[in-house]
């Protein structure tokens, strides 16, 4: 009986490590990358992916090809008052610190963290890439180049595809 016991223990083991080398990665990797389609006129646009980085790093910077918007940065939508917690309050005296409770204001972030082997989501209603001064609308099934910088130094170029709602 104690040796069955013990052999039993030594696979259980055995799929645990094995299953903690299934859920690593070796490469820094984004999925589901997609920027919502704008109405004619807009200003503005958003961008959405899922990433995973193999070490601990940061995003420090985002940009696009100028024929899609002059610039890009990394937003966070939360709801209003919440603001202050990451940047310590008296630094960013936005509009939405005086907002009513429930609404949802857009803040700027230096950087966005990645840890090691877990996934960072960019979903509407929170992390996103805010495309500013759009070049022209964007269109159904367009398609463009997104560049990530991270704090490493990295920089990594992700394709997105203009669509309606999150990709299946
Ligand atoms: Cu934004």
Redesign the pocket.
């Known amino acids: 009986m104690r040796l069955a016991a013990a052999a039993a223990a030594a696979v259980l083991l055995l799929a645990a490590c094995g299953s903690d080398d299934s859920s690593t990665v070796s490469e820094l990797t984004v999925e589901r990358a997609w920027a919502r389609t704008t109405p004619a006129g807009a200003t503005?646009g958003?961008v959405y992916f899922e990433i995973t980085s193999p070490d601990d790093d940061t995003i420090v910077s985002a940009s696009v090809p100028a024929d899609i918007a002059a610039g890009a940065?990394l937003?966070e939508?939360m709801a209003a008052g919440d603001g202050g917690h990451s940047h310590g309050g008296d630094t960013t005296d936005t509009a939405g610190t005086t907002a009513p409770s429930g609404e949802m204001v857009?803040e700027?972030l230096d950087e966005v963290e990645l840890s090691a082997n877990s996934t960072v989501v960019f979903e509407p209603g929170g992390l996103?890439v805010?495309l500013i001064d759009l070049a022209d609308a964007l269109t159904l099934d367009e398609e463009f180049t997104l560049t990530l910088t991270l704090g490493s130094g990295d920089q990594i170029d992700v394709d997105v595809v203009v669509a309606d709602n999150v990709p299946d």
């Open positions: 503005t958003v940065e937003h939508t857009m700027p996103h805010m």
